[in-house]
């Protein structure tokens, strides 16, 4: 009991009011002043509850974007396709699938902005960077390669003011910038290391509110901001411009401290990191390195998958992570009190959150094979559902942790526990994905020579180790 009442306070007063705020819609609010006040409610939040289910892909989900105006979802998956929805017909086929060109898992796919949603972009784990050409008849001319990581290509960040550049990071240490105007469009900015140990990368989230900034997150204790003005061009190992880690986990012997995921707020004044099976933190951007957390939010398991960590609400008002158990926890940032606990996934574990740019609406995926959209639509807010569930649900997630703490050393790691369960449906995958291609012969060859540019070609790809997500 005393664990669960610490590091958390009293929650704020309620900043909307449904009769207040329709009455201000009707004599002097715009429309959406009026809508952002909606979204960023607790009650609307606490009225969340699952609408339906987009079923099509065969394999675990692991990505999905929105388009800017919020018509169109994105989803990419372990079947190597990537799929745009028409999320709000439950009923309806993908508006366009296609065939990602990439070899081993999806990880990220995203619609580039400014471009009429006529372009995606997608990375995976066979470390390629690679963006598909929309039509506007609903099909993919083909896909192209733009980069190429020595080793899995976790997650893309996007410049919002901007359809042709990105960021892209992977397990190599790597972080490529790409120019999709260039004959080459990759450019080696820095690759990440500390006492010339390469430092994987498993997150990379452009700070909105100063575009030269970016933050990466990977295989150690430490979210690093970098200043791409102060980059050398050599693309070699740089110091960040800022170092942020929770004071109690930078010399912690009994903590492997991984950074799975990190994201700023829509500002850029904060920056959320998620770690591997400890809690979530919330730092100041504006403190200066090295400055402890501001607030941490409990409760959940990030153990078994590299798991995914967002911001919910117009303005960050709300912290929303999936986890281990299976849930989807919702915290109120200011209080880092759990506010809503949602089933989240079937198979047990829940990595993606995407919530859509305008309205109440968030999209969900994990270790099943559909994506989930939720709408609050509850009759009722019920507190968290009931109280007892949520304290037995955070009491067993905090049990199985330091269980496993305790046994490390004769135990399976959450690293080859997230291998395991993607081999065991994997199998099974590969073995649809032979039947459905018996008989085709389409060479990498002749893919690469129609649609990719530069020099980046898919040979480079022989002899490059397949690293697993850890």
């Not at 619609?111 to 009429?116: K, T, V």
């Not at 060859?445 to 070609?457: I, L, M, T, V």
Request: hydrophobic share 30%; proline share 4%.
């Amino acid at each position: 009991e005393a664990w669960l009442g610490k590091d958390i306070s009293d929650l704020p007063f309620p900043q909307w009011n449904s009769v207040c705020s329709l009455r201000e819609r009707q004599t002097l609010a715009c429309r959406r002043y009026w809508t952002s006040k909606v979204c960023g409610s607790l009650a609307m939040t606490k009225r969340l509850e699952l609408q339906w289910k987009l079923e099509k892909h065969d394999g675990c989900v692991n990505a999905l974007n929105f388009n800017q105006s919020g018509t169109l979802l994105a989803s990419g998956s372990d079947d190597l396709h990537v799929m745009l929805w028409d999320w709000k017909d439950k009923f309806a086929d993908p508006v366009i699938s296609y065939d990602s060109g990439h070899r081993s898992n999806v990880f990220q796919a995203k619609f580039l902005p400014n471009c009429g949603d006529s372009s995606v972009v997608s990375s995976a784990r066979d470390g390629q960077v690679r963006v598909a050409d929309i039509s506007s008849t609903g099909s993919c001319r083909g896909t192209k390669k733009v980069a190429q990581h020595r080793g899995s290509a976790h997650k893309l960040s996007l410049d919002v003011a901007s359809r042709s550049t990105l960021l892209s990071c992977g397990e190599d240490g790597v972080v490529f910038g790409i120019d999709l105007r260039l004959d080459k469009p990759a450019e080696k900015l820095v690759t990440t290391k500390v006492a010339n140990r390469r430092i994987p990368l498993y997150s990379i989230h452009n700070n909105p509110g100063r575009p030269h900034e970016f933050a990466v997150s990977g295989r150690d204790s430490r979210a690093r901001i970098y200043d791409r003005r102060m980059l050398p061009t050599s693309g070699e190992s740089t110091e960040p411009v800022k170092l942020f880690c929770p004071h109690h986990l930078e010399d912690a012997s009994n903590v492997k401290a991984n950074i799975t995921c990190l994201v700023y707020n829509w500002c850029g004044s904060e920056l959320l990191c998620s770690y591997n099976d400890e809690d979530i933190y919330l730092f100041d951007t504006s403190h200066s390195s090295g400055a402890d957390y501001i607030k941490r939010y409990k409760g959940h398991r990030n153990n078994a998958t590299v798991k995914g960590v967002n911001f919910y609400g117009p303005r960050s008002e709300f912290v929303v992570s999936g986890s281990d158990c299976g849930n989807i926890f919702f915290w109120e940032k200011r209080s880092s009190r759990v506010v809503q606990l949602m089933e989240g996934d079937d198979g047990g574990v829940v990595n993606v959150l995407e919530p859509h740019p305008s309205f109440p609406i968030l999209a969900t995926s994990g270790l099943d094979h559909e994506v989930k959209i939720w709408a609050p639509t509850a009759s009722g807010m019920g507190e968290v559902n009931e109280m007892s569930r949520l304290k037995e649900c955070m009491l067993t997630n905090k049990r199985d942790r330091e269980q496993e703490r305790q046994g490390m050393s004769s135990t399976i790691d959450g690293h080859l526990m997230w291998f395991l369960m993607r081999t065991l449906r994997g199998r099974r995958l590969e073995n649809r994905r032979t039947e459905r291609r018996e008989g085709e012969e389409i060479s990498s060859e002749e893919d690469d020579a129609q649609f990719s540019s530069g020099d980046s070609s898919d040979s480079e790809d022989e002899g490059i180790p397949r690293c697993t997500q850890s």
